[in-house]
């Protein structure tokens, strides 16, 4: 069973920083894109930041500058440090990996989800 848990969301004040991480478990081969989503209220879910396997990062145009997403191989885990937050960016924000796995005689590679954690950036 795949599963990806993340962690690190909370209240921050504008200005402030937090980091959010995901942890991909399960019967993973490997973990290929690896990125961060986030849905406002009455919103519709937005990409955040991408990371490929390889390291090569894309952003939404509102956070560039602001946050960087990273990985760990080695655990398939993706973290995104952001920065000088903004009340704009009070969100749910979800993981998301495109992963490989199951075993030898049945390996697929499929679209995960995370839970969600929220983000409140509020004085």
């Known amino acids: 069973q795949v599963q990806l848990v993340e962690s690190g969301g909370g209240l921050v004040q504008p200005g402030g920083s937090l980091r959010l991480s995901c942890a991909a478990s399960g019967s993973i081969f490997s973990a290929n894109d690896m990125g961060w989503y986030r849905q406002a209220p009455g919103n519709q879910r937005e990409l955040v930041a991408v990371i490929t396997s390889l390291g090569s990062t894309n952003y939404a145009e509102s956070v560039k500058g602001r946050f960087t997403i990273s990985r760990d191989n080695a655990k398939n885990t993706v973290y995104l440090q952001m920065n000088s937050l903004e009340p704009e960016d009070t969100a749910v924000y979800y993981c998301?990996?495109?992963?490989?796995?199951?075993?030898?005689?049945?390996?697929?590679?499929?679209?995960?989800w995370g839970q969600g954690t929220q983000v409140i950036v509020s004085s």
């Open positions: 998301n990996a495109d992963l490989t796995s199951g075993s030898v005689w049945n390996i697929k590679r499929n679209r995960y």
